[in-house]
């Protein structure tokens, strides 16, 4: 497995497999990984000859006040994992490598990134295209693999590539839980133990709401005064938001008729976390 820094040697080493006519698989992150991340690469393995992992801490996308500073970085962790899952190359930038001085081009997505996140984080969706759009130019993937914690995110890069006729098929993977149903993210390291114990109550709320939904519960209202009360229950938890939306439009849902995302943002401590999961009458379990 290679380690590459510079944008033009990965470019060069992308074009080479192009060459051979390898299909090539990206998996974008942001470090830190865990066993979540390495089923995102076992999915790209499926779909490509060879699999590049990158790992880069996009300081666009981090907003004022956020943890770009704290967010947790450790190479040599990051290329073990990436290795125990056949990783060909982690292509590992600097910030000023991608955002050298002078920079000032940018690509947004402009209606579903108003809502959630994107709300609670003005600015955070326009980095993420930012950095994905020059990671698709740096990479040149056939496939590339995003998880479905970051519902929103996936929407919103699937929009993108969609609508400025990007040559990438982007393919995603369901939230890997831990054993006790917490989502897996990176972020999970930074809580204490009893942070840790109290964001069990997010799963839970979620598959709660489920139940409510394979009961009969139809009411958005009603779904979503239980799901908020049960997680601001929780000591030091502090709602961002729980909303239900359409997946597609993210539009909000008055009643579960369809596919409906019940979607979270919740602080505890200094750590945000985010979870959701796709609820319609016949019922997908978390
Ligand atoms: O989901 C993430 O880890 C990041 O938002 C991504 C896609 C790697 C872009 O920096």
Known sequence: MRIIESITEMQQQAD????????????????YLHAGHQKLMEAARKHADVVVMSVFVNPTQFVQGEDFE?????????????????VDVIFAP???????????????????????????????FRGVTTVVTKLFNI??????????????????????????????????????????????????????????EQALLINRSLREAQALVAGGVRSAEEILDRVRSRVSAGKGMNVDYIELRDPESFEEVARISGPALLAMA???GKTRLIDNCVLQAAVESP
């Not at 704290?70 to 056949?86: I, K, Q, S």
């Not at 600097?94 to 600015?123: F, K, N, S, W």
Request: charged residues 30%; hydrophobic residues 35%.
């Open 16 to 31: 080479a497999w192009r060459r051979e006519e390898k299909r090539i698989g990206l998996v974008p992150t942001l470090g």
């Open 94 to 124: 600097q910030v000023a490598e991608m955002y050298p001085d002078g920079y000032q081009t940018h690509v947004e997505v402009t209606r579903i990134t108003l809502p959630l996140c994107g709300r609670h984080r003005p600015g955070h």
């Open 139 to 196: 990479v040149k993937p056939h496939i590339a693999v995003f998880g479905e914690k970051d519902f929103q995110q996936l929407a919103v890069v699937r929009r993108m590539v969609r609508d400025l006729s990007m040559d990438v098929k982007i393919l995603s993977h369901p939230i890997v839980r831990e054993t006790d149903g917490l989502a897996m993210s990176s972020r999970n390291t930074l809580l204490t133990p009893e942070e840790r």
């Open 266 to 268: 919740v602080r505890i």
């Open 70 to 86: 704290l967010y947790p970085r450790d190479l040599d962790h990051d290329a073990r994992l990436g290795n125990e899952v056949g």
